[in-house]
Nanobody
């Protein structure tokens, strides 16, 4: 099983980026998917997620109204569309796939370490927002 986050880059404040989470070996449609990020010197934090049951979404307060998570099951891909990027969004972004909606939600809201044993994690992609 391999997950891969891609689409990061260096952008100016106010710009947009779309990150992709792709998978081989699993079908993402059957997993809850979370996006996490880790800035230098900081703990990994949950950013956004989408459930497997009804594709309901979750966003941390700091990204609400700016980030949108979505699925394209035909492409076995989950996206994180990021608008109005700020310097504080600078981080390595990771995606994780968990078979449990509730556990993924707990990982996003409380502590990503809840997902260490159960989830598939991808390599991260760097997002840098700077003028």
């Amino acid at each position: 099983v391999q997950l891969q986050a891609s689409g990061g880059g260096l952008v100016q404040p106010g710009s947009s980026l779309r990150l992709s989470c792709t998978a081989s070996g699993i079908t993402l449609e059957y997993y809850a998917i979370g996006w996490f990020r880790q800035a230098p010197g900081k703990e990994r934090e949950g950013v956004a997620g989408i459930s497997k049951s009804d594709s309901s979404t979750y966003y941390v307060d700091s990204v609400k109204g700016r980030f949108t998570v979505s699925r394209d099951n035909a492409k076995n891909t989950v996206y994180l569309h990021m608008d109005s990027l700020k310097p504080e969004d600078t981080a390595v972004y990771f995606c994780a796939a968990d078979p449990s909606d509730n556990r993924l939600r707990a990982g996003l809201q409380a502590n990503w370490k809840y997902l260490q044993a159960s989830s598939h994690w991808g390599q991260g992609t760097q997002v840098t927002v700077s003028s």
